[in-house]
């Protein structure tokens, strides 16, 4: 199954929160596990991934969870900020390159 | 480095017309992709190319073509515009053997 499932679809977090986002996938073919970011009006931007054979993967603020057993990964992210106001998608590789995108969760950090 | 560059950045179309978006990359990398985003969707794949002359179908391929001459270019060719093919498309490239495809800034086409 090619499919990517993330929720929530918005997210509100209070300054200073922690905001977590959740996907799961089907196909255990699947070999990279990219975050992307995107702001609006510009195109998505790598935030952090990775690959199956890794629990955890930290990157100052941002944690990526992934339980393989469960096919389920998340992003938290430590400390929001309002800046980090965006979109996040989820994502997972296939064969030749090509990435299953989650239907995308809108974080709002509010003051 | 430009990165990876989109023309036009908005357009309006008929139903019926016919138009080009242009995407052009100055990194030298192998693979290209187009994406379509629509709203609460994500990003699905339209066609991608893993060199010059080489193009193969993705998710959504339906009314639209590709073509890729040349390393650096991608085009996409919307033949017959529908409303259906009213969203955000993106284009990104990657080079081979790395993981991260990185993305243009997008064309927001309105078909009407």
């Known amino acids: 199954q090619q499919q990517v499932k993330q929720s929530p679809q918005s997210l509100i977090v209070q300054k200073g929160g922690i905001s977590i986002i959740n996907c799961a996938y089907e196909?255990?073919?699947?070999?990279?596990f990219p975050w992307y970011q995107q702001f609006p009006g510009k195109g998505p931007a790598l935030l952090i991934a990775i690959r199956p054979d890794v629990s955890e993967k930290k990157e100052g603020r941002f944690t990526i969870s992934f339980n393989k057993s469960a096919k389920q990964f998340s992003l938290h992210i430590m400390d929001s900020q309002p800046g980090d106001s965006a979109t996040y998608f989820c994502?997972?590789?296939?064969?030749?390159?090509?990435?299953?995108f989650g239907p995308g969760t809108s974080l709002s950090v509010i003051p | 480095n430009a990165g990876v560059t989109q023309t036009p950045k908005f357009r309006i179309l008929k139903i019926g017309q016919s138009m080009t978006l242009q995407c052009t990359q100055d990194?030298?990398?192998?693979?290209m992709y187009w994406y379509r985003q629509d709203p609460g969707m994500g990003l699905k794949l339209i066609y991608y190319s893993v060199g010059a002359g080489i193009t193969d179908k993705g998710e959504v391929p339906n009314g639209y073509n590709v073509s890729r001459s040349t390393t650096e270019d991608f085009p996409l060719r919307l033949e017959l515009a529908a409303p259906s093919q009213t969203s955000v498309y993106f284009c990104a490239s990657k080079r081979i053997g790395d993981d991260e495809q990185f993305f243009g800034p997008g064309t927001r086409l309105t078909v009407l």
């Open positions: 990194m030298n990398h192998n693979y």
């Open positions: 196909n255990t073919a699947f070999d990279y």
């Open positions: 994502a997972a590789r296939t064969s030749y390159d090509k990435v299953i």
